[in-house]
């Protein structure tokens, strides 16, 4: 029997597996989970196979009802047959399907319409009634991020939600789950937050960067802070650099409208990238829980050193791949994707040289990059360490040393490598570089629980550890907003940098690097 299936049936509830007593904790309270854009494709390929598995694991309390809001006419029974196929690929016997479906509920309407709002406050009082659900409520805004303020507004006007004064954990709660991204810049962001923050206290916002339901990101964590190996050099005495790496092989695929707005600065590094690097280079939190590691995580985005005016050029790259081949498959220029101006100048790659200046990095660079139509799929972080002091064996026999490096791969072949120097069995000294390798799924030979399973529990255990704080978002795009501002000014009015389909991005990131006497490593 593996861990999952021991846990799906005991009577507790599992929750965020980096705390340690969160195994033993006891069930969430029922509530009804409202979804917001219920026939979109997140809540279709996401929310709704992850909330049908949190069912089948009995994770989900038995009275909990989903109930889906969005434009499309469709009846209860409607939205159930959609649901349906959503839920196919997660494996549902039809009894699991039956109980499933049965908690199913869907009201339609726009969301600018304050009677369709009315509509779902009487149904929402109808099931809760029915279901025997004490009135907790969570509203998912899985919608374009141009609906979130309506859909804040609205929820307050009918009052939908409870403003939680004191404790999150109070009956009836309400919380409001939030999908990235979270504004467009720092103006926006802020505007956003205060809107929430007239509906709901700080401590029922949920954010979510989905990265941070991954069991490898969380990992780093775990792996930096529950060893005694790792922490001793893990700053600028032994480390040389740090380098992260997001790439992609897909191209912009059907999501031009919202790529165009928001190009890889937005879509990847204001979120995924930074939460990376704060993961890796914050100091230990005092404990394991929502203010304690997002404090940590908050004055890592302080100590980000901005880059603005002349740093621009020297530290940030910004590239736009053209026609080229993925895995020997012709693929077309970003300029040519459906839905894309011919003269657009969005980035689809970016490469920064980053300082967290604090007493742990001082000095040290991180080096970071993210692009589409890379020739690899791959995300991970190289720590790259400093040479041994003093050399004892001579330049030949050293030929095949390359830098000590401990790799977390958090996808594909998740994973953590160290690599280091070992003797090549010949006659003398011969050195070659080699990897102790641990492999995720070999070493557990469990699935995964997918991100927004772990993302959708803590939420409903009120768990917001693995969610992005307010002040974080802010420093977040603090610190990009000077960038892209930079990138649009007139001064650099040459627009980014080409780099063909299937190479690791443009020429001009790799003299970012090299200019410092490294390189990236082969991802
Ligand atoms: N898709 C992903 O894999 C993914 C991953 C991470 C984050 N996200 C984020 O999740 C959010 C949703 O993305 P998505 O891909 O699911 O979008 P989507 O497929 O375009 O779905 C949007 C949903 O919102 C509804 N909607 C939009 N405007 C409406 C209005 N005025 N009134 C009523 N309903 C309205 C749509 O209803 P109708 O279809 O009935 O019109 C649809 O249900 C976005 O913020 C995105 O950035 C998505």
């Not at 929750?15 to 007593?21: C, K, S, Y």
């Not at 049965?102 to 969301?111: I, M, N, R």
């Not at 590239?319 to 969005?346: H, K, L, M, N």
């Not at 030949?396 to 120097?421: M, T, W």
Request: charged share 25%; aromatic share 10%; with cysteine.
């Amino acid at each position: 029997m593996n861990a999952r299936a021991v846990l799906a049936t005991a009577p507790e509830i599992r929750a965020n597996p980096l705390r340690e007593e969160s195994v033993t904790l006891k069930a969430a309270d029922p509530c009804t989970f409202v979804v917001f854009g219920a026939s979109g494709d997140l809540t279709h390929r996401k929310l709704i196979p992850a909330l049908f598995r949190l069912s089948k694991q009995k994770l989900l309390h038995p009275q909990t009802a989903i109930v889906g809001f969005a434009r499309r006419e469709w009846t209860n029974e409607q939205f159930r047959e959609e649901m349906k196929h959503a839920v196919e690929s997660a494996g549902a016997s039809p009894s699991e399907w039956e109980r499933f479906a049965g908690a199913l509920f869907y009201q339609s309407g726009v969301f600018e319409d304050h009677a369709a709002f009315r509509a779902l406050g009487q149904l929402l009082s109808k099931v809760e009634e029915e279901r025997g659900v004490p009135g907790n409520r969570i509203f998912h805004f899985a919608t374009p991020p141009s609906e979130y303020a309506t859909l804040v507004r609205n929820i307050g006007a009918a009052g939908l939600a409870r403003r939680a004064l004191r404790d999150d954990h109070a009956v009836p709660w309400s919380r409001v789950i939030i999908e990235k991204p979270f504004g467009r810049d720092l103006q926006s962001a802020r505007e956003l937050n205060a809107l929430v923050h007239t509906v709901f206290a700080e401590r029922q916002v949920y954010r979510i960067d989905h990265y941070l339901g991954k069991e490898t990101v969380q990992n780093i964590l775990v792996m930096r802070f529950s060893n005694g190996i790792f922490e001793p050099i893990w700053n600028r005495q032994y480390v040389d650099h740090v380098q992260i790496t997001v790439a992609e092989t897909i191209g912009v695929e059907e999501r031009a409208g919202y790529y165009e707005q928001a190009g890889a600065m937005r879509d990847i590094v204001q979120n995924h990238l930074l939460q990376l690097l704060a993961l890796v280079s914050m100091e230990p939190p005092a404990a394991f829980d929502d203010k304690a590691v997002r404090d940590e995580k908050v004055k890592v985005m302080r100590a980000l050193r901005r880059i603005a005016g002349e740093d621009l050029s020297m530290n940030a790259v910004r590239g736009q791949y053209t026609r080229g081949f993925i895995e020997g498959t012709p693929v077309p220029g970003y300029r040519e994707e459906p839905g894309v101006a011919a003269d657009s100048r969005t980035d689809t790659y970016v490469a920064l040289k980053l300082w967290v200046d604090n007493w742990r990095w001082e000095g040290i660079p991180f080096y970071v990059r993210t692009g589409k139509r890379l020739p690899k799929q791959s995300t991970e972080i190289a720590i790259q360490f400093r040479a041994a002091p003093h050399q004892l064996f001579s330049r030949d026999a050293l030929a095949g040393l390359e830098p000590n490096a401990l790799v977390l791969r958090i996808q594909p072949d998740e994973g953590i490598s160290l690599r280091f120097g070992a003797k090549v069995p010949v006659q003398g000294i011969r050195i070659r570089a080699v990897n102790m390798d641990f492999d995720y799924g070999a070493s557990f030979m469990v699935d995964a629980p997918d991100a927004y399973e772990t993302l959708i529990l803590d939420a409903l255990r009120g768990d917001a550890t693995l969610f992005t704080r307010h002040d974080e978002v802010d420093q977040q795009w603090a610190f990009v907003d000077p960038i892209i501002k930079g990138w649009a000014s007139s001064d650099s009015a040459e627009g980014p940098a080409l780099y063909e389909a299937g190479t690791w991005g443009p020429t001009e990131a790799d003299a970012l690097i090299e200019r410092d006497g490294r390189k990236w490593r082969k991802a």
